[in-house]
């Protein structure tokens, strides 16, 4: 798109207006980025205050049960939709698959520039529903009737969910095609990175799974200001409809957020261990796309408790267990890659190993979730918060954090790795297994999750204290990242071009920060290219 | 690949547009801030400038966008048209999770339809279906024309085709109108959430669609075309088309 302003030799273009109006997928990456880590310093606040309000028996910092869960609604909803999957999807994928496959942009460069102010003005009106007066006190998850019944304004919820769901599906739009027809000339399909790969199955699955989102929450829209019956079991509606609805896209929604983080994973593993994947083609076909095979067909397990036939818990019992196989090919390739490697222990791959262990909690605890038998007893406590924290919070945000650090000298021609790095690395790991291992224990001995409030509980007092703590210990760490990162940006060490030495193209072929167009030449590879060309014999 | 070889031919630049987050901001203030003005908060200053500001902004946007894509050289170039199915993909589920919601209210109950429904006549619907395949027929003659070059033909089957879907929503509001006055409105039961909800998305559809006519007719009165435009904008067409089929014999034939 040459801009008839830039093309007729005119005076450069404000830096503002190529920033603020971009449509190069790399400056649109950084805008997800910025955003993202917004979201996710708000979000964290409100976690710190939940934390704070549990620490002991009785009303402490809130001024009302409603207030909690406005606080219980937000952290939920931005940490899951403005901080995760913008993260992951937004940021990781926006600047580094093209660059992973040598394509010069997304395909519809306006489209992505139209996502990512889907994202921005999605963000603002969770923003706003923070300060109305009615604000939505519904979770995250927005379950009729009191979505329908409660005098908040549902419609900010719904609206929020319609902004982010769009702009992912344009999102799926964009990369799909990208990868299927933008590849550079040679790359064949099993010469991508598996980042890519993780990004177009996390796509497939975001286009797949949104829009049954979406059809859910303008249902309860409807509901709740047109009168219509959809949720309403006393005209024949059906208030369970909204709950699979709801989960059809929402348990797939973890994979979206599983899977990029795992590709960023192997790139770091990959790359710091100079070996290539293990098991590359299983790891891709059985264990990415099994997991994509199998996402749509396990959301009931969301629904055990809520009443339904025994054939069908028992179907769906088998199929989330069924589930972690391809899990476990993909956590047994990543460990494989670390076999007979000769390993470079930096803050990236510190993220990587501190992962490989997450994964195998966060993924050992679901096991008995998957048990109708066992999530009877176990649903609504503190375990399966402390579970999906586990996979979803502390996984993909270490992914996340290790993937900044791996890539942030390619963005920024700097290396962000040093003493604070290391600091604030180790205050997250404690911190995150002092505060929710506890939760784990209280749980299994029966606290409900979702309380501000656990008079009835007293002798989880102590857990609650300890967890508390713990999550002092993380803000410590928090803040110190990214006072490091902006160091670091700044005045940070300056860091050769391909400083880990990697094999794959984003590394090989493109300047610190790549500059416009990304390649100076067109890029072509060989038959016998590989993003992992390491260690071959 | 092709284009990229194209592309490399120029130096590069940093590219930017402000169209996207226009037609974004008018969503905003269109959609989010104008509903709750009208539903949630009943301040009909809210709703007016909400929906005043949207308008505004997505007209320009959209206008600017438009404008862009037919005066400049695309980086990457010939993947949209690849893009549009990959989303009507998406748009079937959404109609997927509707059709199911009906299914699942219209099975779970003894009789058929529920208390409270006027007669809706069928007469309607079949000759909305006559004009919308027609319509159909008309766009893809209208496409045919312009890859033989022949702008004025085109035009004038464009316009024939936006006249053709004018007249299928007038139907629409006519038929709803008629409903309405004899009571039947979208709380009445369950038939109505459903035949309000599944119609009106799929008349959301079609007035998305004339838009974008619309935004293909101008320049090309005035001489200018992007035929990868036209040709999203034809299959998009075709898709509302064939989706009809699933609304009329669900929602009034069954």
Partial sequence: MNTPSATAGHAATPAWKEWLYTTDHKRIGVLYLIGSMAAFGVAGLMAIIIRLEQMDVGMQYISSGTQYNGFLYFHGAAMILAFLIPGLTGFAANYFLPLMIAARDVAVPRINAFSVWLFYFAIVLALLSFVIPDAPDIMWTGYPPYSITTAANTSFYVFTVHLLGFSSILGAVNFLVTVIYMRAPGIGWNQLNIFTWTTIAAFVLQLIFIPVLAAAVTLLLFDKYLGTHFYDPAAGGDVLLYQNLFWFYSHPAVYVIFLPAVGILFEILTTMCKNQVFNYKAAVYAGIWGIVGIAGIVWIHHLYVTGMPDWLRLGHMVTTLLISVPVGILTLSMWGTLYKSAITYNTAMMYAVACLYLILIGGLTGIPLALPSLTIHLSETAFVMAHFHFIMALFAAFALFGGIYYWFPKMTGRYADGGLATTSFWLNFIGVNVTFIPLFIIGVEGMPRRYWDYQMFPQFDGMHEIATYGSFIVAAGMLLQFANFIYAAVAGKKAPLNPWNSQSLEWTHTQSPPGPGNFIDDVVVDENWSPYNYNKD | ?254
């Fill in chain 2, 1 to 254: 690949m092709n284009t990229d070889a194209h592309a490399s031919a120029h130096a590069h630049h940093w590219e930017w547009s402000w169209a996207p987050m226009a037609v974004v901001a008018g969503v905003f203030f269109l959609v989010p801030i104008a509903f709750s003005g009208f539903f949630v908060y009943e301040n009909t200053l809210m709703t007016a400038v909400g929906a005043g500001v949207g308008v505004i902004l997505i007209l320009a946007g959209v206008a600017k966008w438009v404008d862009e894509g037919l005066t400049q050289v695309p980086l990457i170039s010939g993947v949209a048209n690849i893009g549009l199915p990959i989303f009507i993909l998406s748009e079937i589920f959404i109609f997927l999770s509707l059709f199911a919601s009906y299914w699942l209210m219209r099975l779970g109950v003894d009789s058929w339809p529920p208390a409270g429904t006027p007669e809706i006549s069928k007469t309607i619907p079949l000759i909305m279906t006559v004009i919308l395949v027609s319509s159909s027929l008309t766009m893809h003659h209208a496409e045919a024309k312009l890859d033989h070059g022949d702008r004025s033909a085109f035009n004038k089957w464009l316009i024939i085709t936006i006249v053709l879907g004018t007249v299928f929503l007038g139907f629409t509001a006519y038929e709803y109108n008629h409903l309405i006055s004899v009571g039947f409105i979208p709380s009445t039961n369950i038939y109505s959430t459903a035949f309000y909800s599944i119609t009106g998305f799929h008349a959301s559809h079609v007035f998305v669609g004339l838009g974008a006519f619309i935004a293909v007719l101008l320049p090309s009165l005035g001489g200018r075309t992007n035929k990868t435009f036209v040709t999203c904008v034809s299959v998009y067409w075709h898709f509302v088309d064939v989706v009809w089929f699933f609304v009329a014999s669900q929602v009034y034939f069954w």
